[in-house]
């Protein structure tokens, strides 16, 4: 017979969006890219969600229609309270931690250190003391504490500290996330980042730096499927996309979806990353960083054999398609009806002329 404290936690119904299937589930950033899309997800299976954001209700009340009614609770919490942190997981059987600092803000108060470190394994820590079974950490593939990017190397911290606070914690390392709203594709397409169609890059780096783009879908896939996966208890999962590109050919291709005449111009990284710390300087929300340009022409590391999304029983959506799709809300009204077809093949057609 359950005990009375985990009455609660007895599945209900059928199945599915109007059921409740036993779980009770915490996640931190979900209304971030990553957080909402595992969200929904849970919703639809049927479990019980808070809903944990340090964020205007603004930007997470639309987060309540992704289960039923009373199935998402929207709950506010500080990274640097660890009160609030306990009230979001005293009564859940999974946390996933979706919390990410990507990118500089010129007047924000928590650093790259204080959000994906020291907050990652403080979540953990309390997450193990609130007696919850599994926590689901997301981190970056290729972290390291010797990177040149501050955010590679907070995230090469948080690992060491999530597992120092809860030994069973699963890690899902993502190569260069892409989605219609990712801040990377956002920055190749923009004009802001264009003189008359010339796009400058860093010399040498954008033809040599190798990029395995995974769609934001997958990591929610990956994220649900490891939070009820026994054999995903104290591992460590790299999530790469179905092909490789190099910087170049990432740019190339995000402008033939657009249909826009484009130059890549090398330029000294010294000029590049001055360009950008001049968006840096906008008092909200820049286009780009500094940060994310080291990471964008960096290159990540070969498939080392780690388990990722094939083990997880995950088929990755084809990265052309998620690119074309993701420049089709910015092409000009006269290229609407182009299919994805078309543009694949626009594309055939230019790399056989370059052999």
Known sequence: MASASRLAHLPVGSGYRSSFNGLVVTVFGASG??????????????????AATHRDNQFSKDLKVCGDLGQVNIQGFNLRDEESIYNCVKHSDVVINCVNRPYFKK?????????????????????KEAGVERFIHNSAVGCHKDHASQFMRSKAEGEELVREGFPEATIIRTCLPIDRYDRSLHFIRSQWAMVAGIKPVFAGSYKTAVKYPVCYRDIAKATLAASTD???IGRTYELYGPSKYT??????????????????VPVP???????????????FDPLFSRDELNNLYSAEKEPS????????????????FVIIDAMRMWRSPYFDNISYDDVVHEQEQIEKMRQ
């Not at 007047?107 to 997450?127: E, H, P």
């Not at 010294?270 to 001049?278: E, G, L, M, Q």
């Not at 054999?305 to 052309?320: N, S, V």
Request: hydrophobic share 45%.
């Open 305 to 320: 054999g780690m388990p990722g999304l094939a083990e997880l029983g995950i088929t990755p959506e084809d990265t052309k």
């Open 107 to 127: 007047f924000q108060r928590n650093t790259f250190r204080d959000t994906n470190a020291i907050g990652a394994g403080r979540l953990a820590r309390i997450s």
């Open 33 to 50: 890219l990553v957080g909402r899309l595992v969200t929904n997800r849970l919703g639809r299976d049927g479990a019980s969600i808070v």
């Open 269 to 283: 990284a010294a000029v590049c990353r001055a360009f950008v710390w001049f968006h840096e300087m906008h008092l």
């Open 247 to 264: 910087v170049e050919e990432l740019y190339e291709l995000c402008f033939l979806s657009l249909f826009r005449n484009h130059y890549l």
């Open 230 to 232: 026994s054999d995903a």
